[in-house]
């Protein structure tokens, strides 16, 4: 790892995410909440994987760059619509990181190799694109889960369960064990849930 480079695109990911024009609240601090969210990734990825490639880091703390500026509003409030949304974010966050990448000197091979691990390309096949996948559902799990049933209150334990199954099955064994080894802050309130869901 060539550590001027790494830092300069890690800085340059933090400067494009801190643009973000929305907040969250943490500790008592106001955030970007696109930085929050990359400072939260790269947390994980330390403890939970500190022996990650350069590329993986890269694109740990590159998965939602500049998320805001393609927002789910611009796409159909329908399934086709989410899906359309989802593939326009994975090519949107891979160019925005490639972008930067270039710019701070790192080589087309590189960049290709964080451009697909942000894209989820080959995920359960692609060790790198794994790793970074499960490294987004740990996070999820320790920081937002909990926030996004409170979004929809609507949602019985049957749908939960479903979430909780679809998340977990896009994780690897590994994560598994680490999750269940304790490793990980589960939301309180849900914990019940969680179990139900991946031991049932």
Same mark, same amino acid.
């Given at each position: ?79 086709? =619509?989410? @899906? ?13 990181? =490639? ?31 794994? @790793? ?13 889960? @909990? ?34 080894? =304790? ?16 031991? =049932?």
């Amino acid at each position: 790892m060539t550590q001027n480079r790494y830092q300069a695109a890690i800085a340059a990911f933090d400067k494009a995410n801190s643009e973000d024009p929305n907040k969250e609240i943490f500790n008592g601090k106001e955030y970007p909440k696109e930085l929050l969210y990359a400072q939260r990734m790269t947390e994980m990825q330390e403890r939970y994987a500190p022996e990650a490639s350069e590329a993986v880091k890269l694109a740990v703390r590159a998965q939602h760059i500049q998320r805001w500026k393609t927002p789910r509003s611009n796409f159909p409030m329908d399934r086709q =619509g989410y @899906l359309q949304w989802r593939t326009g974010l994975y090519k949107f966050h891979a160019e925005t990181a =490639g972008r930067l990448m270039k710019e701070v000197g790192y080589d087309d091979e590189m960049i290709e190799r964080v451009k697909t691990i942000v894209s989820k390309k080959a995920l359960k096949m692609n060790p790198e694109t794994q @790793l970074m996948e499960d490294v987004v559902d740990l996070v999820f799990i320790e920081h937002y889960m @909990l926030h996004f049933a409170g979004q929809h209150p609507e949602y019985d334990e049957a749908k939960w369960i479903e979430i909780i199954k679809k998340t977990w099955q896009k994780m690897s064994a590994r994560a598994h064990d680490f999750t269940l080894a =304790g490793k990980i802050k589960l939301p309180e309130a849900l914990v019940p849930l969680i179990l139900k869901a991946v031991k =049932g």
